[in-house]
């Protein structure tokens, strides 16, 4: 027996035709009429659409375009570890001196009085001794004031590293006699940083990086082709001879002793940064006792210039 009862309020059965699916869409499969046909083909019916192909073709367009450019390139620059010889093309680009023609004006903007002052940080345990080079050269272009100074967090350096620069003589001088300052400072750091502007830009960080930074400052003009071999010879030095495993340090060096089977230098007939980074490299990574004969007897010529020997000498 039910709780309750109740009467019907309408007669008869209520036919509900419920729903089989959540929504409708039209059927994108079948093929339109004559009309909606046309309308595709005059693009008036999705721009967006037509927009996007657009897009789409512009954009592989310019990626065809630079790959035919990288394919080009890759022709003609290598790394010293590439299969490609290019070292002969550099001979016959006119040779480079050290004494470049370029102000420091138009190399680090205008001086409106105040000493340009470039500033690098320094472990004491691992001198960079490719800076030591470039402050020489430097040295011979400009009035360079130089100053070493010992930071807080090392707790002693020795001697013959607070005199690189040579003996500190106190004299009475003035700062706007100099065109250049060179202050180094042993700091208790994994990697050389070097500040040129303490304000408006960050340090640049590492030996071989700040090496191009100084190297630039000597205005020496080189071709695009010399001055990639010289880059992909710094970064072999840095990456390979001086922070690489013993098997990368055999394959540097094997480079190295084959190109210098060619030409004297590294780079052409004449002394480049590659030539500074990579002797330093040789001297730092302790393999210089064993390397190959083109390699000892390209080390023994970068040694008789003044500018070597002295850096020579704080290993010893």
């Known amino acids: 027996m039910s709780m309750y009862k109740i009467k019907p309020i309408s007669g008869g059965e209520i036919q509900i035709d419920l729903p089989t699916c959540m929504y409708k869409l039209p059927n994108i499969h079948c093929h339109r009429s004559g009309s909606d046909h046309a309308q595709d083909q005059s693009g008036k019916v999705d721009p967006a659409l037509k927009a996007l192909e657009a897009r789409q073709d512009d954009i592989m367009k310019r990626l065809y375009e630079l790959k035919a450019t990288v394919d080009g390139l890759s022709k003609t620059i290598t790394t010293p570890d590439a ?9 016959d680009t006119p040779s480079m001196s050290l004494t470049g023609t370029a102000s420091l004006d138009s190399l680090l903007g205008k001086d409106y009085g105040a000493l340009r002052d470039i500033v690098i940080n320094a ?80 340090p640049i960080e590492g030996e071989g990086n700040i090496a191009r930074f100084l190297f630039s400052l000597l205005g020496q003009a080189q071709d695009v082709l010399t001055a990639t071999l010289v ?86």
């Open 83 to 91: 299969d490609i010889d290019v070292t002969s093309m550099v001979q």
């Open 123 to 202: 472990n004491p345990s691992q001198p960079p001794l490719s800076l030591l080079v470039l402050y020489s050269l430097l040295c011979e272009r400009y009035k360079v004031l130089s100053a070493v100074h010992v930071h807080s967090s090392v707790s002693s350096v020795p001697a013959h590293l607070l005199k690189c620069f040579g003996e500190q003589v106190n004299h009475n001088y003035s700062r706007h006699d100099f065109q250049l300052g060179f202050t180094l400072i042993w700091k208790d750091v994994p990697k050389p940083q070097m500040k040129y502007n303490i304000q408006n830009m960050c």
């Open 231 to 316: 880059d992909s010879w710094v970064d072999a030095a840095m990456f390979q001879l001086v922070e690489g495993s013993n098997k990368e340090k055999a394959t540097a060096l094997r480079s190295l002793n084959g190109a210098l089977g060619r030409t004297p230098w590294l780079v052409g007939s004449d002394l480049t940064l590659a030539d500074i980074v990579t002797w330093c490299a040789v001297l730092q990574s302790g393999s210089a006792a064993a390397v190959p004969a083109n390699v000892q007897k390209w080390m023994k010529c970068c040694e008789n210039l003044p500018h070597f020997s002295s850096a020579y000498k704080l290993l010893k």
